[in-house]
């Protein structure tokens, strides 16, 4: 699942952010939003910085959350007050490409 959950937030390029949430679903787990904090935690080298709360907030503490909103302004994301514009700056994960099954029509036979 963690695995999974890197590979999510690798996708998320410079100057866009995902919530905890997003990833989650992204990835195929909805409601797993805390698994993706032990995601970055134990995984270096991901663009931790990239990932934020619900409705664009910073929930990093402290130095690391100024650490969080100085990286990301570098990357051109834009805040109001203390949230990000997420209608700018929300990354929308593609859909996974999944073949549709055409729907037969059942004729009772």
Avoid: C
Wanted: no cysteine; net charge positive.
């Amino acid at each position: 699942m963690l695995d999974k959950l890197r590979t999510y937030i690798r996708k998320i390029p410079s100057g866009k952010v995902a919530t905890y949430g997003d990833v989650a679903r992204a990835a195929g787990f909805p409601g797993a939003a805390r698994q993706v904090v032990w995601a970055l935690r134990s995984g270096h080298g991901l663009p931790w910085h990239r990932v934020v709360g619900a409705g664009g907030r910073i929930s990093l503490p402290g130095e690391n959350g100024f650490e969080q909103r100085l990286r990301l302004e570098s990357e051109g994301v834009t805040f109001r007050g203390s949230k990000i514009a997420m209608e700018l700056h929300g990354f929308n994960f593609k859909k996974s490409k999944k073949t549709k099954m055409k729907k037969r029509k059942f004729s009772g036979k």
